[in-house]
């Protein structure tokens, strides 16, 4: 069993560098909030600093064993907005261990005409809607995490999860006593890098490098039932990828491998219950895919003629959070997630893979546009750890009880 203890350089040089930071983000506020209308155009942001570590040796949000200041996020949004017609769009930046580097990228752009509540067309890049807080994951000012529950909300899924190119239609409609329903459909297209998390995700049960990742295309859609019940909303959200497929160097320089799905389908169930100070959530989500595992360049055989994965992963959490004051909020969730995939004519054994993660926090608005959040973790197996051939990390390596720190410090403009 690995030492069960943090970096001796972990926190003291946590508390200097983000008081250093903290400091530089206070003195610079006035200058950043001092013009967010221009025109009729409205401009926004925020920029984000945060630090990550864990006990023991697994590496999880990046280098966490070693405790790492890879943990950031910025960006600025302008929007413009006349009847019913609006325009926007947000350039996003962020470091995530090896993900982001810290380039900036257009994280959504869109020209939205809704001439009724009942209906609204989008396009452009467009958030994907999933589940309660998917579209807003970039609005850290709205709840007390550091880190939504990973289970649903993986952040080194973001570039996976967070926005399609394509169109949706969108709207509203009530009955008095029945309380209304919110619809998005959507379809598109699903830009992805092999520099990316969903890139290792998809290649964590083979140990061969990605050639190529690509989508044909992404539909789905989520419908909200905003019960009578004041607070309490309720809802189911679908996407399917469309012609899923990774490409490996399985020989070198010399024959390919193709791991191929028609249909990526993914479902999640969401409920949610404001009540007064209070805000209650819980979603599970559900996962089958059939892969069809090609080596097109290779000669069939009948160890390579036929072979299937089978991967099915469910998921779940349960969280509360609770305003004790105007600078202080507190929260809990219980994450679990547990994956397990067979194949047939395969000779690789996978195992099931599951991790549970309890999660306390507490978030200090220091002023209107300043934030501070502490949030620790116990975990409880190893599941979502990465093992790809650039980053190693056997299952039979890893830790499976060990416990986690984050700290962030957010401001927005």
């Known amino acids: 069993m690995k030492p069960t203890h943090f970096p001796a350089h972990g926190p003291p040089r946590l508390v200097q560098a983000l008081l250093l930071s903290w400091l530089g983000i206070a003195f610079a506020a006035p200058a950043a909030s001092a013009a967010d209308v221009w025109q009729e155009i409205q401009f926004g942001g925020f920029a984000s600093q945060g630090y990550l570590a864990n006990t ?13 200041f890879d943990f950031r996020e910025y960006a600025a949004s302008a929007s413009w907005a006349n ?7 947000q350039a996003f930046g962020q470091k995530l261990g090896r993900y982001g580097d810290d380039k900036i990228m257009l994280d959504w752009a869109t020209v939205d005409y809704q001439p009724a ?35 649903v909300y993986d952040n080194r899924l973001r570039d996976f999860d967070s926005f399609f190119d394509g169109g949706m239609v969108y709207g509203n409609r009530g009955r008095p006593g029945s309380g209304s329903i919110d619809y998005r459909f959507f379809y598109g297209k699903k830009p992805l890098s092999l520099n990316s998390g969903a890139s290792d995700y998809f290649n964590a049960d083979a140990p061969f490098v990605n050639k190529a990742i690509g989508i044909k ?13 004041n607070g309490l909303r309720v809802g189911y959200s679908f996407s399917r990828f469309q012609d899923f497929d990774t490409v490996r160097y399985v020989i070198p320089k010399k024959a390919d491998g193709h791991k191929f799905t028609p249909n990526y389908d993914r479902h999640l ?37 036929g072979v299937r ?20 909020e507190v929260g809990t969730y219980f994450s679990y997630s547990n994956f397990t995939q067979t194949g047939v004519n395969v000779l690789i054994g996978f195992p099931q893979l599951r991790q549970g993660d309890t999660a306390l926090s507490l978030r200090f608005d220091a002023t209107d ?3 501070f959040k502490l949030e620790g973790h116990y975990m409880d197996g190893a599941g979502k750890i990465f093992d790809f051939p650039a980053y190693p990390q056997p299952v039979a390596q890893r830790d499976n009880a060990w416990s986690m720190i984050a700290v962030k410090s957010t401001y927005t403009f």
């Open 56 to 68: 023991g040796h697994n590496d999880y949000l990046g280098q966490t064993s070693k405790g790492t």
């Open 83 to 89: 009847g019913p017609w609006r325009i926007g769009a």
């Open 117 to 151: 509540q009942w209906f609204g067309v989008r396009a452009g890049r467009v958030k994907m809607p999933r589940g309660l807080y998917n579209e807003a994951l970039d609005l850290d000012a709205v709840r007390p995490f550091v880190l939504l529950p990973q289970s």
């Open 217 to 229: 295309s992404v539909i789905g859609g989520s419908v909200f039932w905003n019960t009578p019940v």
């Open 269 to 305: 169930f969401s409920v949610e219950y404001i009540k007064a100070e209070w805000v209650f959530a819980a979603e599970a989500g559900r996962e089958n895919v059939s892969y069809a595992v090609l080596y097109p360049s290779l000669p069939p055989t009948p160890a390579l003629t």
């Open 309 to 328: 994965l089978f991967s099915k992963y469910r998921y779940y959490y349960l969280s509360a959070a609770r305003r004790i004051n105007r600078w202080l």
């Open 369 to 371: 546009h300043l934030i």
